[in-house]
């Protein structure tokens, strides 16, 4: 198989019909782009997901005077109460499951309130003893948190026990429907790439049915006719794969890396160069394994010569 001469008929066909090509490029490039940043997506939300998962604490909240859900009655948790809730933390029971407890009274609350709302309609107005003592529990494992609920909702002084991953589970709703809208968008992009590239290699084919038939005539067989059309889809959309692999670098070294993470809090979780340069080869594979399947199959089924 002369090499030159499939080469010459790859540029011969797309040079003829460039406005399909360039119409492959762009639907390949745009749903490739939605296809990595999906990936992307969901990368981040298991990394987040890992970030958060291992700080987040259930937090058990004592009675004020001031409170009166859970086992509260307009009454101050006392000393007993609490040392009771210390023991059954320590207890042989709860002990396995929890990592690390941290205790915080009233005007340590009161100073977590203050960095976390200053300068809002709340800053001034809270006191201090108005703020519940609470103990901040670090868990083994946090999938485990409904062990330490049911154990410490019913003691005396006990106002509530809160899993904080409760405040997190929305968000993740949220990305993981951004990120499944995302995979819709790109499916249906990508069967539009296919069918571009279809029909491309069709009307390919169709402007050169009289060269074809020579070429049949001559004694060429059915792989050197049909290479040259599958990699005229190959390589448009080869062109847009490289495109949507450099937008999606260039989305996680300038928007992840650079604005996000000189904007969100330090220490936040965010993937880096190293997750980025994964999804390469993953769209430039996808790009080129559909066009060159699309362009097999228009090309089998519909070229008459």
């Given at each position: ?17 460039l406005s399909m090509v360039v119409s ?143 405040y997190l589970n929305p968000i993740f ?89 000189s904007t969100l809090p330090l220490g ?38």
């Open positions: 198989m002369r090499l030159g001469l499939i080469l010459g008929e790859v540029g011969s066909g797309l040079r003829r019909n492959v490029v762009l639907v390949t490039f745009i749903s490739l782009t939605f296809v990595g940043a999906s990936i992307l997506l969901q990368m981040q939300i298991g990394q987040m997901k890992g970030y958060w998962n291992d700080r987040a604490q259930v937090i058990v909240y004592l009675c004020t005077d001031i409170d009166t859900t859970g086992n509260c009655t307009l009454t101050e948790a006392t000393d007993d109460q609490i040392d009771a809730v210390k023991q059954q933390l320590d207890s042989a029971t709860l002990a396995p499951y929890i990592n690390a407890v941290q205790f915080e009274n009233h005007e340590e609350a009161y100073a977590n309130f203050q960095e976390q709302f200053a300068d809002t309609a709340f800053d001034g107005i809270i006191k201090p003893e108005s703020l519940p003592e609470n103990f901040r529990v670090n868990l083994v494992d946090p999938e485990q948190a409904d062990v330490l609920i049911e154990s410490l909702s019913g003691l005396a002084g006990v106002e509530s026990v809160e899993d904080q991953r409760a709703a949220i990305l993981n429907a951004a990120s499944f809208t995302a995979i819709g968008v790109a499916a249906l992009m990508l069967v539009a790439a296919v069918l571009l590239i279809a029909t491309t290699i069709r009307l390919s084919a169709f402007s050169r049915r009289r060269e074809l038939g020579i070429m049949r005539l001559v004694g060429a067989s059915n792989r050197f006719i049909q290479t040259p059309f599958i990699l005229e889809g190959v390589f448009s959309a080869l062109i847009g794969s490289v495109l949507a692999a450099g937008t999606i670098v260039a989305i996680v070294h300038f928007f992840v890396r650079g604005y996000l993470g936040t979780s965010l993937l880096g160069m190293q997750e980025a340069l994964l999804v390469v080869p993953v769209l430039i594979g996808v790009g080129a394994g559909l066009a060159a399947l699309s362009a097999g199959v228009a090309i089998s089924r519909y070229l008459k010569v």
